[in-house]
């Protein structure tokens, strides 16, 4: 989403998005991209079409079919080609991660919505998915099973869906930030409502929780360690498929 705009102001092209999303995004609703929520500003866009579930869309080339995809965002959607059996899933699966999921914005049932959304993909039999991010899917069948998996498993453990999520906000964060020393992290981190409302998921005080989420990253090798060896050195993350979009 946060390319939207540069997209229509340099090559004029039109932005169709679901009606539960493209309203609030008409309507200037400063909350429908979670701009504030996630400190990651979104540059303001017109979008032109408001597509349905179910509705058909001609490229001229191919016809596209709309899917709803909620789970990453309430109006998420995917767009199936039904006689290749092509599926566009933007967030709904990923090759090597599974998107975050966002109770706070979202509503408390985020997570059923998101395997619910799985669910129904998977009665697509969709012969090749392509991702938001990351690589091409050729096994469909079997991302889906692993990410139903994996969602299932935050049901019961919750606070892997929160350090998840924040993980995954807090690199996309640093990128657009072009990095952070490394004595503002945890500052930064406190400073953020995601970390606050994430924190009581993972059963941890705030303070903690950022601590811990800085820590994860450094010793995952999103950022690294060998060059912070003073808060004058800026903490970068790794860009890759699997980590970048906060919220796409």
Not at 12 to 19: D, K, R, Y
Not at 95 to 106: E, G, Y
Not at 208 to 214: D, I, P, Q
Not at 216 to 226: C, N, Q, V
Request: glycine share 10%.
């Amino acid at each position: 989403m946060g390319g939207n705009a540069g997209l229509a102001n340099r090559f004029g092209m039109p932005i169709a998005a679901s009606v539960t999303e493209g309203s609030r995004v008409n309507a200037g609703d400063p909350e429908s991209f979670g701009s504030a929520w996630l400190d990651q500003p979104v540059d303001p866009f017109h979008v032109d079409r408001l597509v349905e579930p179910g509705e058909m869309l001609d490229t001229g080339v191919v016809r596209l079919r709309v899917v709803p995809a909620a789970g990453h965002s309430l109006g998420q959607i995917a767009l199936f080609e039904d006689r290749s059996r092509v599926l566009i899933a933007g967030d709904a699966i990923l090759a090597s991660d599974v998107a975050w999921i966002n109770p706070f914005l979202d509503g408390g049932a985020a997570l059923e919505v998101a395997i619910a959304t799985l669910e129904r993909i998977g009665l697509l039999d969709a012969h090749v998915a392509v991702a938001g991010h990351g690589e091409v899917i050729e096994d469909v069948a079997n991302c889906i099973k692993r990410s139903l998996e994996r969602l299932r498993l935050w049901r019961q453990e919750p606070a892997r869906m929160a350090f998840h999520g924040s993980r995954r906000i807090f690199g996309f964060a640093l990128m657009i930030h072009g990095g952070l020393p490394r004595s503002q992290l945890v500052p930064y981190l406190r400073a953020r409502r995601w970390v606050h409302d994430f924190a009581p998921l993972a059963g941890l005080p705030s303070q903690e929780f950022a601590e811990r989420v800085v820590s994860d990253l450094l010793r995952s090798g999103a950022a690294p360690t060998g060059r912070m060896t003073d808060s004058s050195q800026p903490c970068r993350t790794a860009v890759s498929g699997r980590r970048g979009s906060a919220r796409s």
